[in-house]
């Protein structure tokens, strides 16, 4: 396949060369020499004042790949991985809009092209004036990805923002194969903010969206369909919160819900069927006493629901909620002592990504957690590469 679609680039290629016109070094065709061609070519009627124009129009009327029928084609853009997007989404206007397309990203995944990443908000290495790694009193923090097929690892480019590090204690949420990054505390300041940021895997940039409607730090999150829900945490003045919106990816807009029942501070957001589910948290009164309740938002209806023991463990829920096989609430830390500490968990459909120490201060350890039906879960430990074995502040899978 990526030799048919190598051939094929260079063939557009070269059918654009013999095409535009040669005008002299330095120069441009005149208006007239461009609506001659265009009426002849594309017997088009508009005015063009540049070559790249052209070439633009030109796109619009290409097949998507030269010489095959259009079905075959989208089969052959369908398989690619999305690590290849980056690169096949500058050689046209047709490919990068089909690449960046919704319709296309939800064509691949119920054709089962799709494919899950965990994506991890992780401590960057520093490196001394010798080269050598040491360890520093504040860390900065980066998006790591990692791809459960190939092994891989990779680290997207700074937020512009935000060159030396992502804002501390940032949520993150994933929806149609796209990486949202929502608030935390400005790196530098320490000074909470309303950012929001998405990540696009295609063109490898971040864009910056509309900001939350006020700063909460510690807050639950989670998305489905195109639109993020986050709820609870706390504001500059740390008190506790029940409030909840939802923002449209689509639309760049926030739209406040129904409050929760209660204040939960320090809660867990996690998406199970059309339920947004907060976990855990705890009121202004009362920090750190962790509830072991939850409350689930119906996405269809904007109705909250209590969940009564729904959380189990005495300890904060952050990063280390799953989901078990009977869609119970589970507790990372829990599968084994080898992550007791500092746990995270990141479902990848039949493994999980699974993060953590031994005690306090040992070392970061990473492993997989594969399941099989009708067998025991097994927990194997993977090596990392050096600059991927930081501490993991939080993660969870991206579809890409």
Not at 135 to 154: H, K, L, M, N
Not at 228 to 256: C, P, Q
Not at 376 to 390: A, C, L, Q, T, Y
């Amino acid at each position: 396949m990526f030799i048919v679609l190598s051939i094929h680039v260079s063939l557009y290629s070269k059918m654009m060369i013999k095409f535009i016109p040669k005008t002299g070094s330095g120069t441009h065709m005149t208006n007239t020499q461009e609506t001659l061609i265009l009426s002849k070519r594309w017997k088009c009627q508009a005015l063009f004042t540049s070559e790249k124009t052209m070439i633009e129009m030109f796109t619009e009327f290409l097949e998507l790949i030269p010489g095959l029928p259009e079905e075959l084609a989208l089969e052959c853009m369908t398989r690619l991985h999305y690590t290849a997007h980056r690169v096949a989404a500058p050689v046209c206007r047709r490919w990068r809009q089909l690449l960046e397309s919704r319709d296309f990203y939800y064509h691949r995944k119920q054709t089962g092209f799709t494919h899950k990443a965990a994506c991890l908000v992780q401590s960057l290495p520093v490196q001394s004036e010798s080269g050598e790694r040491k360890p520093v009193v504040q860390p900065r923090y980066g998006v790591s990805v990692f791809d459960p097929v190939t092994a891989s690892w990779d680290r997207a480019d700074p937020i512009p923002k935000y060159p030396d590090g992502l804002p501390l204690f940032c949520q993150v949420a994933s929806s149609e194969g796209k990486l949202v990054i929502l608030g935390g505390w400005d790196p530098v300041s320490w000074e909470p903010v309303k950012d929001v940021f998405v990540y696009e895997f295609t063109t490898r940039r971040w864009r910056q969206c509309k900001d939350m409607p006020s700063s909460r730090s510690f807050f639950a999150a989670g998305a489905v369909d195109g639109r993020v829900f986050i709820a609870g945490g706390h504001d500059e003045n740390k008190n506790a919160l029940n409030s909840a919106w939802m923002y449209d990816m689509r639309s760049d807009e926030w739209t406040e819900l129904v409050r929760m029942n209660e204040e939960r501070d320090e809660c867990e957001g996690i998406v199970i069927g059309s339920e947004f589910w907060v976990v855990s948290g705890y009121d202004t009164e009362n920090q750190g006493a962790f509830k072991s309740s939850a409350e689930s938002l119906n996405l269809e209806t904007g109705q909250w629901r209590r969940v009564e023991d729904a959380w189990k463990v005495s300890q904060c829920p952050r990063s280390c909620v799953g989901v078990g096989e009977s869609e119970n609430l589970v507790c990372w830390s829990e599968s084994d002592p080898a992550v007791r500490v500092s746990s995270c968990g990141v479902d990848l459909g039949d493994r999980t990504l699974v993060t953590g120490s031994a005690y306090q201060g040992a070392p970061q350890g990473f492993f997989l957690l594969e399941r099989k039906e009708g067998q025991n879960s097994r927990m194997v430990k993977i090596d990392i590469p050096e600059e991927f074995s930081g501490f993991v502040q939080s993660g969870l899978c991206v579809e890409i």
